[in-house]
């Protein structure tokens, strides 16, 4: 289908009721990944004081269902295993962040997490990383190590496992292999989180203030060129669309300043090992996420188990598009009578556009950003955090404009059209 928001969930998170708490244990990172938004390494280390002291303000104001552990890399902090049980004492759910070079050659680490009390790991792997012993390697090479954690993880049980990248125009065309990948193993891969590249223009047509102050930014995500900050949410969708008949989005997010863009795309793919049938819709969408609110007084995105029994098929008394799918199941199963005895399982697939730099110097944000953190007991954009702890401050972008550029006109104080008198206001 064409993407219509009319046709689809938006998810009805807000900055006080929000599934997601995004806690940074730390800034350090093994490795360097291009498109990082933050500096390696300008403040080491959280203390464990300050992470319960943020952990509290996210439970407080977020009322999370889930706690996001980033950084960094939140693996080398060295009490990340006191930090994921402290999170589970309070009822919420960790997950860990991560690129996984920790524990790539050590699975006993991995245990350890889940007995602290790990829902799982979304790893991030891609191409464009300067990762150890894998550096230069392409997209499809890398499948090899994306198996080797899915597979794992998958052996110890009972963990959440998805795989992120960003997704640049250079390997745009890489997306459908992942997909496919990511169908094979539908029994240990949760989901996929797809993220469009985005820097800023360092050089251009904007001046940057913070606090009124022109500064010249020194964040990680400025940039000469913005060449390669075109890729949209929507190209990614129309590109897993091409291969995959079965793939449909049923929610999303929208911008904070744009009426148009869709920042947060979300799939829910239903498949087996043998085939994927299709995708459930906007009902199906709104109904788990209202009955989670209902029973648990949160919003929901992440569970460990991603298997679903074939009675759950009867939503599609509710669901156009789990209807079409339980058609495809059924007659499928009379062809092959032993798909009736395979596990069925649902996939997610993630779309996020990162923030957009408008023409006038607007930012545009996602929606109720899942990603808020905390900055000096405040919460902020993950993302942008970096210009906080610049420059205290979010960064204003103001476009570079000349009198002449503008006609050298200007409208002078006393012909502005304002009524000055009340009565000016009523008709007469």
Known sequence: MQLSKRALYRFPWSGNDNPIGWLEVTDKCNTYCRGCYRINGMQGHKSLDQIKEEIAIL?????????????????????????????RSLKMKPLILTNGIRMENDRDFMVKLKQAGVVGFTFHIDSEQQRPHWKGKTETEL?????HFADMAHSIGGLFVSFGMTVYPGNLDFVPEMV?????????????????????AMEGGYDYFA????????????????????????????KIKEHFPHYEVSAYMGGSQT?????????????????????VGAKVMELFQMVHHLRHGTYVIYSPSNKIPKIAFALGLLDKQVRETSGKFWREMLRHPAELFRPMYVQS??????????????????ESCPDMTVWNGQLVHSCRMDEWRLYGNYLMAQPKTTPAENGGQ???????????KSEELVPK
């Not at 996929?192 to 820097?199: A, E």
């Not at 009426?259 to 995708?279: E, P």
């Open 59 to 87: 439970k407080k104001w977020r009322n999370c269902d889930n706690i996001s552990i980033a950084g960094g890399e939140p693996l080398i902090h060295p009490d990340i295993l006191e930090i994921v049980a402290y999170i």
């Open 143 to 147: 499948f090899e190590l994306r198996q």
């Open 180 to 200: 496919a990948w990511a169908n094979r193993n539908i029994d240990r891969v949760h989901g996929l989180v797809l993220i469009g590249f985005r820097n800023a």
């Open 211 to 238: 606090d009124g102050k022109q500064v010249d930014p020194k964040t990680s995500y400025f940039a000469e060129s913005t060449e390669e900050s075109y890729l949209t949410s929507a190209d990614v969708y129309a």
């Open 259 to 279: 009426q148009d863009k869709l920042t947060w795309l979300v799939s829910a793919q239903l498949g087996t090992r043998h085939k994927m049938y299709g995708s």
């Open 349 to 366: 697939i993630g779309i996020i556009q990162g923030p957009d730099l408008l023409a006038d110097g607007r930012v545009d944000m996602c």
């Open 410 to 420: 200007f409208v002078a104080a006393e012909k502005i059209p304002v009524a000055r």
